[in-house]
């Protein structure tokens, strides 16, 4: 073996004899040149090979002899420096030389899959060496995925890192276009047999490589969401607590570092403080400063508003209808909420890691609504108002309750609730906190509620705090929309329909047509009883210009015989254009022929009881009050028969949900966003003439309230509580960050420097001479008087002589 020193020697009188000057031999002038021609410098290459095969031998000979010292294995650094550089030129050269270069890849692989005591330095460089292999498609990531996650557990925090995001970045680059399920499952195999493993470091990174490429939407099927499910029943309990963490807010895992055993890996990860953009801010970036410090101020600037809309984006989608969970996916979601169960019941872990199980299989029972009868016997004995962590307990306990779970298996729960929190000896938020509670389990279960206990709810809305008598109304005003027959008269509002009832167990409205359609069709009724209002007016106007004219000639004419014939043809006129107009309606259907019938007769018997009362009077002579009363009573008739055949006639073949075009569920959307828009603004009472108590509030299928977990905060809502100090510094100076700070006027006007104002100028002005002889004059006899004074003033008795 040769030292370092003559392989240098004989690398640069190869190069001399090969007529290149060794003056400026350095690895990365020769990497450029070689890049350039690579044919002409194999000589190179081959020289620069046998150095790195030569120092590798060197390495795994000490390595070998263990030579130890303070700076640990391999004391002569020069060595893993030297094979250092030779590993990272000879990575960057194999896509020019592959023949030359087809065994280094495997020695790479080799020396650090084999050797665990390698310097920290020599590692990383001998990492980033077969990163830029894989990236340049020489070596698979299948090959050395499992490579490494093995670096990631070495305990060296840069090299965890540069592995990590190499496995997450590759997997992700491979997934952009398109998805090769062959090398999707072949991956897949690796890192679940490595989340099985017993070791706990490679288990915990396995799971978390797994936990961020589902965040990261690459790998969202099934098989994962199973792999980091089964990861809750895994025998080391951080494993156990990532994976739960995970479940419970897939947005918030944690990747802490498995060299701190006392980090608190169960909680969520800790929320960065919100920035905020000041106006002064933004005008910095923009007007003030040389150029480069513009750009970085605008840079500054456009990644605080990226961040921000990041923030936005993942609480819309939260807080929005398409909120997404990993549990949503599970195959047999009744057998994970029913082990995850058992394990809770018989484990001895911490509170925090026992209520976290507990959330997941809330959260798991109500995502897909299934039946878990002892889970809520186990509720039972948590629900206390001093419990630890009540509301969160609360909030799972809510989110555990659908209407397809027996009334009677929640029942004592239910009672419960409302016997320990809802009592006159209770505290206000205690009150308030039950009545919420209460509220939201009878929104999804409403067979609950009696009306006795209803009542006696209700009455805590007249309580003066606002909590509790907020509560309570909520409480009122779900029930006006569920069942109002169990509320007092006086607290079911106007707007309440009456026979409104609950559900009974088991029962399922079946949808029988297009969701909207009945918006359209009430807009269609709309347009088409504005055009029957126009055609009626111009209708009854003829009517009226056509009888006033009969009744002058029938006035004329003499003999009763004309005017019961006018009488007759005024009758038939009549029959006919209402005839007409059900026609131009409705294009003449059965129906339509049987109102027309209705109509001949009930204009028969009126026209007969008119022509009595007019023989009554007198057969020559009517009057033309009679003729006006008779014409008002037609057209209130006409306006009659009109709601009678709309009320006949049948639905339209597109309320039976038939047939649709593009342009009719075009336009059932824009119906619904005015309703939508229509019911916001009469809730908040800014439509002209509603009133915001008397709004219906729109009440969510059981599907929608599963679909989202239950925040406590809401189940506080409106609880006043006492704030610290710096609570109240920082809410008094929240406002105040655009306004001057405050100075007094003398400080004001020490630092003013326009100059000064007049009123400092008419003291510093020189007064003329007689003006000064008369102060002076004043002064002296004033300094006179005092000292004649001052002599005869009686000062009290002295305590010596």
């Given at each position: 073996?040769?030292?370092?020193?003559?392989m240098?020697?004989?690398?640069?009188?190869?190069?001399?004899?090969?007529?290149?000057?060794s003056?400026?031999?350095?690895?990365?002038?020769?990497q450029?040149?070689?890049?350039?021609?690579?044919?002409?410098?194999?000589t190179?290459?081959?020289?620069?090979?046998?150095?790195?095969?030569?120092?590798?031998?060197?390495?795994?000979?000490?390595?070998?002899?263990?030579?130890?010292s303070?700076?640990?294995?391999?004391?002569?650094?020069?060595?893993?420096?030297?094979?250092?550089?030779?590993?990272?030129?000879?990575?960057?050269?194999?896509?020019?030389?592959?023949?030359?270069?087809?065994?280094?890849?495997?020695?790479?692989?080799?020396?650090?899959?084999?050797?665990?005591?390698?310097?920290?330095?020599?590692?990383?460089?001998?990492?980033?060496?077969?990163?830029?292999?894989?990236n340049?498609?020489i070596?698979?990531?299948?090959?050395?995925?499992?490579?490494?996650?093995?670096l990631?557990t070495?305990?060296?925090?840069?090299?965890?890192?540069?592995?990590?995001?190499?496995?997450?970045?590759?997997?992700?680059?491979?997934?952009?276009?398109?998805?090769?399920?062959?090398?999707?499952?072949?991956?897949?195999?690796?890192?679940?047999?490595?989340?099985?493993?017993?070791?706990?470091?490679?288990?915990?990174?396995?799971?978390?490589?797994?936990?961020?490429?589902?965040r990261?939407?690459?790998?969202t099927?099934?098989?994962t969401?199973?792999?980091?499910?089964?990861?809750?029943f895994?025998?080391?309990?951080?494993?156990?607590?990532?994976a739960?963490?995970?479940?419970?807010?897939?947005?918030?895992?944690?990747?802490?570092?498995?060299?701190?055993?006392s980090?608190?890996?169960d909680?969520?990860?800790t929320?960065?403080?919100?920035?905020?953009?000041?106006?002064?801010?933004?005008?910095?970036?923009?007007?003030?400063?040389?150029?480069?410090?513009?750009?970085?101020?605008?840079?500054?600037?456009?990644?605080?508003?990226?961040?921000?809309?990041k923030?936005?984006?993942?609480?819309?989608?939260?807080?929005?209808?398409?909120?997404y969970?990993?549990?949503?996916?599970?195959?047999?979601?009744?057998g994970?909420?029913?082990?995850?169960f058992?394990?809770?019941?018989?484990?001895n872990?911490?509170?925090?890691?026992?209520?976290?199980?507990?959330?997941?299989?809330?959260r798991?029972?109500?995502?897909?609504?299934?039946?878990?009868e002892?889970?809520y016997p186990?509720?039972?004995?948590y629900?206390?108002?001093?419990?630890?962590?009540?509301?969160?307990?609360?909030?799972?306990t809510?989110?555990?309750?659908?209407?397809?779970v027996p009334?009677?298996?929640?029942?004592?729960?239910?009672?419960?609730?409302v016997?320990?929190?809802?009592?006159?000896?209770?505290?206000t938020?205690?009150?308030?906190?039950?009545?919420?509670?209460?509220?939201?389990?009878?929104?999804?279960?409403?067979?609950?509620?009696?009306?006795?206990?209803?009542?006696?709810?209700?009455?805590?809305?007249?309580?003066k705090?606002?909590?509790?008598?907020?509560?309570?109304?909520?409480?009122v005003?779900?029930f006006?929309?569920?069942?109002?027959?169990?509320l007092v008269?006086?607290?079911?509002?106007?707007s309440?329909?009456?026979?409104?009832?609950?559900?009974?167990?088991?029962?399922?409205?079946?949808?029988?047509?297009?969701?909207?359609a009945?918006?359209?069709?009430?807009?269609?009724?709309?347009?088409?009883?504005?055009?029957?209002?126009e055609n009626?007016?111009?209708?009854s106007?003829?009517?009226?210009?056509?009888?006033?004219?009969?009744?002058?000639?029938?006035?004329?004419s003499?003999?009763s015989?004309?005017?019961?014939?006018?009488?007759?043809?005024s009758?038939?006129?009549?029959?006919?254009?209402?005839?007409?107009?059900?026609?131009?309606?409705?294009?003449?259907?059965?129906?339509?022929?049987i109102?027309?019938?209705?109509?001949?007769?009930?204009?028969?018997?009126y026209?007969?009881?008119?022509?009595?009362?007019?023989?009554?009077?007198g057969?020559?002579?009517?009057?033309?009050?009679?003729?006006?009363?008779?014409?008002?009573?037609?057209?209130?008739?006409?306006?009659?028969?009109?709601?009678l055949?709309?009320a006949?006639?049948?639905?339209?073949?597109?309320?039976n949900?038939?047939?649709?075009?593009?342009?009719?569920?075009?336009?059932?959307?824009e119906?619904?966003?005015k309703?939508?828009?229509?019911?916001?603004?009469a809730q908040?009472?800014?439509?002209?003439?509603?009133n915001?108590?008397?709004v219906?509030?729109?009440?969510?299928n059981s599907?929608r309230?599963?679909?989202r977990?239950?925040?406590?905060?809401?189940?506080?809502?409106?609880i006043?509580?006492?704030?610290?100090?710096?609570?109240?510094v920082?809410?008094?100076?929240a406002?105040?960050?655009?306004?001057?700070?405050?100075k007094?006027?003398?400080?004001?006007k020490?630092?003013?420097?326009?100059?000064?104002?007049?009123?400092?100028?008419?003291?510093?002005?020189?007064?003329?001479?007689?003006?000064?002889r008369?102060?002076?004059?004043r002064?002296?006899?004033?300094?006179?008087?005092?000292?004649?004074?001052?002599?005869?003033?009686?000062?009290?008795?002295?305590?010596?002589?």
């Amino acid at each position: 073996m040769l030292p370092t020193n003559a392989m240098a020697i004989l690398t640069a009188d190869a190069i001399a004899a090969a007529g290149r000057s060794s003056d400026k031999l350095s690895l990365q002038n020769l990497q450029s040149k070689m890049k350039c021609d690579p044919e002409s410098y194999e000589t190179e290459l081959q020289l620069i090979y046998q150095q790195f095969k030569s120092s590798l031998e060197l390495f795994q000979q000490q390595a070998n002899f263990n030579f130890n010292s303070v700076t640990g294995v391999a004391a002569d650094s020069s060595v893993a420096k030297d094979l250092a550089e030779k590993a990272l030129f000879l990575a960057h050269m194999t896509q020019f030389y592959p023949k030359h270069l087809s065994l280094f890849p495997k020695q790479l692989i080799h020396l650090l899959r084999i050797t665990k005591s390698l310097q920290p330095f020599l590692r990383s460089q001998l990492t980033q060496a077969l990163i830029l292999l894989v990236n340049r498609k020489i070596v698979t990531i299948g090959e050395t995925l499992e490579l490494f996650m093995e670096l990631q557990t070495r305990g060296d925090r840069t090299l965890k890192k540069l592995a990590y995001s190499h496995v997450i970045r590759c997997i992700q680059r491979m997934n952009k276009k398109h998805k090769d399920e062959a090398k999707n499952k072949a991956l897949k195999n690796i890192l679940f047999k490595m989340r099985k493993s017993e070791e706990e470091s490679i288990a915990k990174r396995s799971l978390v490589t797994l936990c961020d490429l589902h965040r990261r939407k690459v790998w969202t099927d099934d098989s994962t969401v199973y792999e980091i499910c089964e990861a809750c029943f895994h025998p080391s309990s951080r494993i156990m607590i990532a994976a739960l963490c995970f479940l419970l807010d897939y947005d918030k895992i944690q990747d802490d570092d498995d060299s701190d055993a006392s980090s608190s890996e169960d909680e969520g990860c800790t929320q960065q403080p919100q920035v905020v953009l000041s106006r002064e801010d933004v005008y910095k970036a923009h007007h003030k400063g040389t150029t480069a410090s513009k750009k970085k101020k605008k840079a500054k600037l456009e990644r605080v508003l990226r961040s921000m809309k990041k923030k936005q984006r993942l609480s819309s989608e939260k807080t929005g209808p398409n909120y997404y969970s990993p549990l949503s996916k599970l195959n047999d979601a009744q057998g994970f909420a029913e082990r995850l169960f058992s394990k809770l019941r018989n484990c001895n872990e911490r509170f925090e890691v026992r209520m976290m199980m507990l959330k997941v299989i809330a959260r798991t029972v109500g995502l897909h609504q299934l039946i878990l009868e002892d889970f809520y016997p186990f509720l039972q004995k948590y629900v206390q108002p001093h419990q630890r962590d009540i509301t969160n307990i609360l909030a799972a306990t809510v989110q555990a309750c659908h209407d397809m779970v027996p009334p009677n298996v929640v029942e004592p729960l239910f009672k419960q609730i409302v016997n320990q929190f809802v009592h006159d000896r209770s505290r206000t938020e205690a009150i308030s906190v039950g009545l919420n509670v209460v509220r939201e389990i009878c929104l999804r279960m409403p067979l609950l509620m009696n009306e006795d206990l209803l009542q006696d709810l209700v009455l805590y809305k007249k309580s003066k705090e606002k909590a509790v008598s907020s509560a309570a109304r909520s409480l009122v005003t779900l029930f006006r929309e569920i069942c109002p027959s169990l509320l007092v008269k006086k607290d079911r509002g106007r707007s309440a329909d009456p026979n409104a009832k609950r559900k009974e167990y088991g029962e399922v409205n079946v949808a029988t047509g297009v969701a909207g359609a009945e918006l359209l069709q009430q807009a269609e009724e709309s347009a088409d009883d504005d055009n029957n209002e126009e055609n009626l007016l111009t209708t009854s106007e003829e009517v009226d210009n056509d009888d006033v004219n009969d009744d002058v000639d029938s006035m004329i004419s003499s003999g009763s015989k004309d005017d019961a014939l006018d009488e007759d043809g005024s009758e038939a006129e009549i029959g006919d254009k209402v005839e007409d107009r059900i026609a131009f309606d409705e294009e003449g259907s059965e129906d339509e022929v049987i109102v027309a019938d209705d109509l001949d007769d009930k204009e028969g018997s009126y026209s007969s009881t008119e022509s009595e009362d007019s023989d009554g009077i007198g057969k020559r002579k009517r009057k033309y009050a009679n003729f006006d009363q008779q014409l008002d009573n037609a057209n209130s008739s006409l306006r009659t028969l009109k709601k009678l055949t709309a009320a006949k006639l049948e639905h339209s073949p597109k309320a039976n949900g038939d047939f649709y075009s593009n342009e009719d569920f075009q336009r059932i959307k824009e119906l619904q966003a005015k309703k939508k828009a229509r019911c916001a603004l009469a809730q908040h009472g800014f439509l002209k003439g509603s009133n915001s108590k008397s709004v219906a509030i729109k009440v969510p299928n059981s599907d929608r309230l599963s679909l989202r977990p239950v925040d406590p905060a809401t189940l506080e809502a409106n609880i006043r509580r006492k704030m610290t100090k710096e609570q109240r510094v920082a809410l008094m100076k929240a406002g105040r960050e655009d306004r001057a700070e405050y100075k007094s006027r003398a400080a004001v006007k020490q630092k003013k420097t326009g100059g000064l104002s007049n009123q400092q100028k008419e003291h510093k002005k020189f007064m003329p001479l007689a003006a000064k002889r008369s102060k002076m004059a004043r002064t002296r006899i004033d300094k006179k008087r005092k000292k004649s004074i001052s002599g005869k003033q009686f000062r009290g008795k002295k305590a010596w002589k």
